[in-house]
């Protein structure tokens, strides 16, 4: 388990969360993943409480594929939304996905959300940062 996580069954997960799970999900049946048939869903949630979900995007050469997090971001950032408060990943996986090295930095722009891995068992939850310490020192010197 990742340091700082907190693990939940689902059974004793909020409702609103619940909510993001359950829209999680159903964004993972969207995804595009004919290669690597690994499907993966995310919403993120903005400051005020609007819900973004994405899905993965493949792409027969691999680095241009899109995550589930970050298609989730620019929906996000297309609404006009800048701060997310938090981000919901899911994914049928023997533990609960992580965000990539990518993604974590792409959501380190826009705060430093709560972040809930899900899988069909399980679910962890800790802050961003957390999981990505310092994602801005030393760049540009920004705080």
């Known amino acids: 388990m990742i340091a700082g996580a907190r693990e939940f069954r689902h059974s004793k997960i909020m409702s609103e969360v619940d909510a993001w799970i359950r829209m999680a999900w159903e964004a993972r ?76 930095q792409v959501l380190a722009e826009f705060g430093d959300p709560e972040v809930w891995l899900v899988n069909r068992e399980t679910s962890v939850r800790f802050r961003l940062s957390e999981l990505l310490p310092r994602a801005r020192s030393g760049i540009l010197d920004l705080p």
């Open 29 to 104: 049946e969207a995804a595009y993943a004919p290669y690597s048939k690994f499907k993966v869903g995310a919403v993120v949630v903005g400051e005020g409480g609007e819900v973004f979900r994405g899905c993965n995007v493949e792409n027969l050469s691999y680095g241009l594929t899109q995550c589930a997090e970050r298609v989730a971001i620019g929906a996000g950032v297309v609404a006009g939304e800048r701060v997310f408060r938090c981000v919901v990943v899911v994914a049928e996986t023997a533990v609960p996905i992580s965000p990539c090295g990518a993604c974590r």
